[in-house]
């Protein structure tokens, strides 16, 4: 299940801005859009799963058919904690599988742009994603926006570049020891992989490397420097 090593990238690319040209919008642009989001809009949420701590839910996207994913979260944690394994490159491999490498390529106060580079398992094809990620808090809560930034450099010519990357992680210190997470999730996994087949992989690896990220945060999984192994299916993005 080598794709899901692709679809763990979505996680992993946490803390990342875009720089976003500049476009004025015609009045044939907002209508087209406004159209869009009502399509968007009158589309149902189906659930993948639900228990005590989390409830995943998802749908098929209108144009594309790729799946676009919703998570809620309830961790036994400290923001400061929850925090620190989305936003640090090597925390976020002690629950994040199949990455191979993160290399940040710019840094500014409060975003960055990263390259993800798959760890990739035989039939599928090496893979990296280039984002550009933001992040805002204050005292008891934080959101973090990831967005493709394709343009910022050429893909390599040995692997695919991940398209439209969408991810957005709002997080929220509720109680003393009590932090409630919320993520939406959409990409492209690039070349020719089926919407189909991305779909299902992408719930599986989001659900597992959610639980993947509640039994480190909670202390109730060891962390690991490193969890990708090609022995082993890999869960999560």
Same mark, same amino acid.
């Given at each position: 299940?080598? &794709? *899901? /090593?692709? !679809?763990? @990238? ?9 720089? =976003?040209?500049?476009?004025? #919008? ?42 676009? &994913? *919703? /998570?809620? !979260?309830? @961790? ?9 394994? =989305?936003?640090?490159?090597? #925390? ?42 933001? &992040? ?64 299902? &992989? ?36």
């Amino acid at each position: 299940m080598i &794709i *899901k /090593a692709l !679809l763990k @990238l979505l996680l992993i690319s946490l803390f990342l801005t875009p720089a =976003l040209g500049v476009h004025k #919008a015609t009045a044939a642009d907002k209508a087209s859009e406004t159209e869009k989001t009502k399509a968007q809009v009158s589309m149902p949420w189906y659930t993948h799963s639900q228990n005590d701590w989390a409830w995943i839910q998802y749908r098929d996207h209108p144009e594309t058919g790729f799946v676009q &994913i *919703k /998570a809620n !979260l309830t @961790l036994n944690a400290k923001l400061k904690r929850v925090r620190y394994l =989305l936003t640090d490159k090597t #925390a976020a491999l002690t629950w994040v599988e199949g990455v191979k490498r993160i290399v940040v390529l710019e840094q500014q106060q409060g975003s960055r742009v990263q390259l993800v580079v798959l760890d990739p398992i035989w039939p599928v094809e090496p893979r990296e994603m280039l984002t550009s990620n933001t &992040i805002r808090e204050s005292d008891d809560e934080f959101m973090i926006e990831v967005e493709d930034h394709n343009q910022y450099l050429k893909p390599n010519p040995n692997r695919i570049r991940v398209e439209q990357v969408n991810v957005t992680w709002q997080v929220k210190q509720t109680e003393d020891n009590i932090v409630d997470v919320q993520y939406r999730g959409y990409f492209q996994p690039g070349g020719s992989l089926p919407a189909w087949l991305s779909n299902e &992989i992408f719930l599986i690896l989001i659900s597992d490397s959610l639980a993947n990220l509640k039994g480190v945060v909670e202390g109730t999984q060891v962390a690991q420097s490193n969890i990708s192994d090609s022995s082993k299916t890999s869960p999560t993005p």
